[in-house]
C-alpha cells in the first residue's frame, strides 16, 4: 500500500534561497505526523509541494503513489494554508459551501452541518467571516479542507491563532481524523501540542531534516546516574529499563547503593539541540 504522502529527495530553490535540500518524509495511512522547524526552515513550502502549489526543483513528491500536484493527487488532499482569508461577507455555512463547489464534493448540506459540529462551529454556520475571531476562522479552515473526506490532510500551523479550548478542540478533531484512518501532516511551533498528539515528528533545519521519530523516542532517555559509597557514576545513553540491572551489577560489586537518577530530556530540549538555538 503507498503511502498517503512519499516525498523523496525534495528540493526547491527560489533564486538564490534554497528552501528544501534534499528531504525524504513519509506520511503512513492513518498516520498522524508533526514536521517541526524555525521560522524559514521549509515546512510551508514541503507541504505547498505536496498539494501542487509549489514546483520541486528536484525530487518527488507522491500523494498514495500519484504525483503530487496531478488532478488525481489533488483530490486526494484536504489543505489549510498558513496564511488563508475567507471572504469577510460569507457566513460558515457559505465559505464550506464555496469549497464544495471548487472541489465538486457532493456532501451537500449534511457534510456541512458534519463538518462545522467537527470543529464546534455548529451553532455558528449562519455567522459571517468577519464577525468571527480568529480561532474560529481557522477552525472553518480545518473544517473546509475536510471537505471532501480526502485521505490526507495537510495542515499549516492550524492552532496558531486558537485559545487553549480551540486547541484542544483541535487535537480531539485530529484524534477523531486518525481513528478514522485519515492521514494529517501538521505544521506546528507548538512543541506540547506536537508531543501530545503526533504519532512521528519531523525536524526541518534549513531544508534538511535533522531529527525524525516518535514523541517518545525524541525525548529519549539521556542516561542513568547512580549514587554510590565510591562517588557519582553517570551511565550515558543507558534507559530507564536497564536501571535495576545496573543497579544489580553494582551492589553485586560491592557497591552501596544510595541514590538513582533517570535523566530525561524533553522534546523541547531535544529540538533545541537539533535546530542549535536557530530562530530563523
Ligand atoms: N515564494 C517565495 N519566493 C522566494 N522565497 C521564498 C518563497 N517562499 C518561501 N521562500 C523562502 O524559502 C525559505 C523557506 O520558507 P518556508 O515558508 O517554507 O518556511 P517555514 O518553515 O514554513 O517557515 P515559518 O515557520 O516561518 O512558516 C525561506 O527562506 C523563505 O524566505
Ligand atoms: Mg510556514
Known sequence: ?????????LAKRYGSVEALAGVDLEVREGELVGLLGPNGAGKSTLVKIACGLVRASRGSAEICGLAAGSREARRSV????????????????????????????????NERHELLRLVGLADARGRRVEEMSKGMQQRLGVAQALIGSPPLLLLDEPTSALDPVGRR??????????????????NSHLLSEIELVCDRVAILLRGRLVAEGSPAELARSRGVEIETDDGTRLFEGASREETPRLVGELVA???????????T????????????????
Do not use: C
Request: proline share 1%; glycine share 12%.
Open 253 to 263: 560489586a560491592g557497591r552501596k547503593v544510595y541514590g538513582v537518577r533517570v535523566l
Open 1 to 9: 500500500m503507498a503511502a498517503a504522502l512519499a516525498v523523496r529527495g
Open 265 to 280: 530530556s524533553t522534546l523541547e530540549e531535544t529540538y533545541l539541540e537539533a535546530v542549535g538555538g536557530e530562530t530563523s
Open 169 to 186: 478542540t483541535v487535537r480531539e478533531l485530529l484524534e477523531e481524523l486518525r481513528s478514522r484512518g485519515i492521514s494529517v501532516l501538521l
Open 78 to 109: 484536504g489543505y489549510l494554508a498558513e496564511l488563508f482569508r475567507f471572504p469577510g461577507w460569507y457566513s460558515a455555512d457559505e465559505v464550506l459551501q464555496l469549497h464544495q463547489q471548487l472541489t465538486a464534493s457532493t456532501g451537500g448540506a
